[in-house]
Structures are given as C-alpha cells and as structure tokens.
C-alpha cells in the first residue's frame, strides 16, 4: 500500500457509495419494467397480482399466461439484454474503443454462424436436435470466439485504430453473414424459419428450459466477469496501467475477450443479434455511475435489461399482435446514437 | 512514358491491346452465359439448348432452359455490370478505394424503397418498382454524403462506417415491413437474399434501360471524373463544374444500382469488388476504367451465379452470399494493405 492510499480512500469509499446507489436505483427501474413487461400483453395484469402470481397464487388460466408464456419472455430479455451489455463494456474497456460493440467487431456474426453450423450438422430427417440444446450456446461460444480472434490478428498493428478495428470487424461480420444465409439454405426448412426470426433479434417463443441454460452459463461467465473485473484498473487498460498493477496485458486480454465472447454467444444463442445494446448500454453506465469498474458492470447489465425489455415492450405495443424483432427497435435508437459518435470530430483516430 | 508506366496496369505496354483485352472479355463473358444456360441442377448439351432457343416446342428441357435459365444468364451479366460501373463512380467521388453501393448503403437504401413502394404505397408494375430503387439509392447517398459533408468531411473510413451503419438500419426497416405483412414476405423474401433465380425475363427486359442510360451517363463522365481524382482544387482550376458533374454522378449510381437491386436484391460487394480488377487491367482511366469494369463486372456476377448453383448442390445458394464471401474477403485484403 502507497502512503497515498489511506488519504485517497475516503474520497474514493465516496465515489463508490455514490456508484451503488445510483446502481440500486437502476436496478429499481429495471424490476418495474420487467414487471410492466409480463403485465403487457393481450389482457393487461396488474404488476400486484403477478407478484401475487409469482408466489403461487392466481387462477390456472393466469399462472399459465404469466409463468408460461410472459414471464420466459421477460426473463430471457433481460439476461441477453444484460449479457450483451456487459460484453461490450468489455470490449470498450479492454479495445480502449468507445466505438466497440459485439456487433461491429463481428462476434454477433461470429456467434450467428456457430448455431446455424451446429443447427445444420445435428439435426436429423425430422428437423429435431440430435443432441441436447445446451451444446447451442457453446456451437455460439465457439463461433464468436473464432470471430473476435480473426478480427484481432487479421487487423494487427491497426487494431489500435478505434475505425479501422471496427471496419474489419465489419468485414469478418459480413463473410459470417453471408455463410450463415448459405448455411440456411442446407439446414431444414423448419430450422431455417426459426433461425431468420432470431438472426433478426427476437425474445418470442421461449421456454423455461432456455431460460434455465442461458442462466446458468451467464451465472459462470459473470463469475469469471467479477474475477477478471477485480484487476481491470479504474482508467485505461494501457500498457503502463498494466505494468503498474502487474498484469501481464496480452494473456490479460485474450481472457477478456474470450468472456465478452462467451456473453454475446449466450445471448445470440437465444435471443439473436440484438444490435446496439452492448454499445449504449456501456455508454450510459460509465455517464451514470462514472468509472469505477465492478459497480459499472453491473449498472452495464441493468441498463441492457432495461433496453432488451423495453425494446421488445415497445414492439408488443407498436405491432401487436404481429412478432416483429425486439432488434429493431435497438437498431432505430442505436443507430443515430452510432452515427453521432463516428461523425463527432477529433473523438476517435483515424 | 513515364505516365503510362506509373498507372497500375498489369499489362506490359498499356498503349495496344486493349482492343483484344476487350475481345477477349466479351468472348470470355459469351462463354460463361453458355454454361450459364447448360449447367445447374440438370446438365444439357449444345443441342438442347439451340432447339430450346430456336424450335421451342414446349417439352420440359425446352421450359426450363428458356424460362429459367435463359433470363439468368441475361440478367446476371447486366446486374454485374451496372454494379461494376456503379463501383468506379462511387470510389472516385469519394476518393475510396473501399466504397461501393453496398458499404455506402445505397444498395440497402433501394431495396428498403422497393419493399416500401410495394408493401405501402401498392406498386407492383416493374418500371415503377426499378424506379422506386433508384430514387431511394439516390436519396441515402444524400444523406450519406450530406453527413459526412455536415460533420466537416470525414475520412474514407469513417464515411464507409456510416454507410454500413444506414444498411443496417434499412435492413431492419425490411424486417418490420415484411414481418407486419406476412404476404410480403413470402414474394419478396427470395428477392431480398440477392439471387437471379427464378427471374422473369420481363425483370431483364424492363432494367435495360436504366442500366443503359445509368452506363451511358457514367460513360459520358469519363473525363471529368479523371480530374475528380485529384483533388477539389485542382478540378476547380481546371474548368471542371463541381456540383454538376457529382450530381450527375450520383444520378448516374442511383440509376445503376437502382436497376440492379430492382433486378436481382441486394448482390453484395460487387460494386467493391470490381473497380479493383478494373484498374487493374486497364489502369485509373475513367473511359477505359468504366468499360472494363462493365465488362469484369458482368464475367463476376454471371460467374458467381453458376458457382450459386453447386456450392451446396443439389440445392442452390442466393448469389448475393456468395459475393458477399467474395467481397468480404477482399475487403479485409485492402484492410489489411491499408488500401483504403
């Protein structure tokens, strides 16, 4: 301990108490959505009662339209929502990119193309999984993973450009796009309907089952988020920062990225590729509770649950009782938010 | 000369030949439309094929070979060729070696119009929907370029990042169009995966004149886009009206990759694609450069569409992801080279 240390602590001990309290509030915010988000439907619920429902009470008819169909809906929003926006503060932090998101660095493409390879190859004549649906996050897994490292060694040296990393990022998410459109075509027809619903983003149609798989892998990549999180220092990860707490930076970095993959896999493995949240979602954390670390990941994940199930609550209300993506509306808000940052001058080199 | 020999041309003396270049091409280009039209799901001999088109009696063979193959080996090469000059133009406006239709967002900007003009406003005649698609390519180069010109000019990359980021906003527009109208979905899903199968040969006919007047146009720039490559000063001083010969431009683009989407969907990364090759064969002469680019444009597309065919044989994959691949993979080679 520096002699600083003792002097610096109260003010710091300060910032942090500020941090989680504006944390809690977030989180109050995103438990009166969630409870909006199971209440919205074809007959409106009022939140008291799915509480009460929530407990065990309720006639048949509302247990089923709540734990059945509403309540998966909900939760599996906010754990992608969540996922992907501690994925990108991830990337941010790490790429020291304030551009960075798993969709432009091409790991929602990457992740994309693992299920539709894993889609293709294990399911047999009558469209059903050979093989159990808790391989579908890990084919994600894997293919994310393949993604981020092609963007990395393909770009080099040039990664430290925030434009030019994205722009092979763009690139490598574009090859992963088109093979998945070919990959879409070989798979089976059902299949292949499934997968352009949740390519585009989409929330419907989920059961607890994966809502229990992604839980449970979020549960362990969240662990792993903490641990690493306890070493990522306030500031910029840089190369003297680094050596100043004694990391070793390029083992250091493989590990993060390999979590952010691991997150955006878990969500897109479920929920599609749901653009723009793991770019606002971090954006907005860092604005609100400024930077220290674990109490901006945390606000990162309630913030993407807020906008995953705000998102998907604002396509139920605009177009029911049709099922357009939850993706689109991210991408109607995201993208002028995206633009602004690109076109703002001097923020980013190159 | 030292000028000729500092342009990128391949080829030893830059002076003659282009004569047998371009024979050699159209020759080349002749080649690929036949197999077009003898390979895919069923093989068929010369014979066949000149009874299908001369003696057409209405057996199966006959059928498939003038309505389904024919209109793809004539649409294939007139898509390929409009997004090639479309490309050419596009990188010299914006002095970017990585623009085309596709990383500008024009090319997603006219389908969004196409799915729009069809979905909402009811137009189902081919001339109005080929228009639709060059009106809403010509709008989102506006307000791409309008921007980039607002934000106080931005760099190559920059400008390729914010029409990328339009593709994608156009891209979910389509979504919720064609989600909300499920009719929709099932005519114009085959369409929106760029693809020339299953074409009418109407489709070709009716964007013929587009692609014409959109390459003549193009063609009639040639010179002043030769001195656009310099710089804005330099042009200024030499006489070239500025305004005139970009609008006329784009009107020229708008035009190109209008008629192709309109034709084909979205065939991705042609117009990146092509330009490269272009320059590469005839060097950075716009008049020589656009014909170039018209022919290798045609020869690529109509290549990658009997490659469609047999990549996941028996069935066939669109040709737009095949270009994509093709596209992609060139994109992170110019990257990588710091191209752009």
Known sequence: MSPLAPRLSPALARISRRAWIAVAVIAAVAAALALCGIGFGSTWIDPRRIVEILFGEGTRGERVVVLQLRAPRVAIAILAGGAMAVSGYLLQKVTRNELASPGVLGVIGGAGLGVVIFLALLSDESNALVTSIVWQPVAAMVGASVAIAAVFLLSGQQASSAVRLLLFGIAVGAVAKAATLILMIVGPIYRTTQASRWLAGAVNEINWGEVQVVAIGLAIAMVGVFAVARRLPPTDLDEVSARGIGLNLPVFRILVFALASALTALAVAFAGGVGFIGLMAPHLARLIVGRPVIPGIVASFLLGAIMLVGADLIVRVLFAPTEVPAGTVTAVIGTPYFLYLVLRRGSTNG | ?340
């Open chain 2, 1 to 340: 000369m030292p000028l000729a020999s500092s342009t990128t041309s391949i080829r030893a003396d830059p002076r003659i030949g282009h004569r047998s270049l371009f024979a050699g091409l159209a020759l080349l280009l002749l080649g690929l439309m036949y197999l077009s039209l003898a390979l895919g799901y069923r093989l068929y001999s010369p014979e066949e094929i000149w009874t299908a088109l001369t003696a057409f009696d209405g057996s199966e063979t006959d059928v498939v070979i003038r309505d389904l193959r024919l209109p793809r080996a004539l649409m294939a090469p007139m898509v390929g060729a409009a997004l090639g000059i479309a490309g050419v133009i596009v990188q010299t406006l914006s002095r970017n070696r990585i623009a085309s239709p596709d990383t500008l967002g024009l090319n997603a900007g006219a389908a969004f119009a196409v799915v729009m003009a069809s979905g909402l406003f009811g137009v189902v005649s081919l001339p109005g929907l080929s228009l639709a698609a060059a009106v809403g390519a010509l709008l989102t180069s506006f307000v791409v370029f309008g921007l980039a010109a607002a934000a106080g000019g931005i760099s190559p990359l920059r400008i390729v990042l914010v029409g990328v980021t339009f593709a994608g906003l156009f891209d979910s527009f389509v979504n919720v169009v064609l989600t909300v109208n499920e009719t929709m979905l099932d005519q114009l899903l085959f369409w929106l995966a760029g693809s020339f199968a299953d074409r009418k040969l109407g489709l070709a006919l009716n964007g013929l004149p587009f692609v014409v007047v959109g390459a003549a146009l193009a063609a009639s720039l040639a010179r002043p886009l030769d001195i656009l490559q310099t710089d804005d000063s330099t042009a200024r001083g030499l006489g070239v009206p500025l305004g005139v010969v970009r609008g006329l431009a784009f009107l020229a683009v708008a035009l190109l990759s209008g008629a192709a989407v309109a034709m084909a969907g979205p065939v991705m990364f042609v117009g990146l694609v092509v330009p490269h090759a272009a320059r590469a064969l005839v060097g950075l002469g716009h008049r020589l450069q656009i014909a170039a680019a018209a022919m290798v444009g045609a020869l690529y597309t109509t290549l990658a569409d009997i490659v469609a065919r047999f990549v996941i044989y028996p069935r066939e994959a669109p040709v737009g992801a095949v270009t994509a691949i093709v596209g992609g993979l060139l994109l992170l080679v110019l990257l990588r080279r710091r191209a752009a």
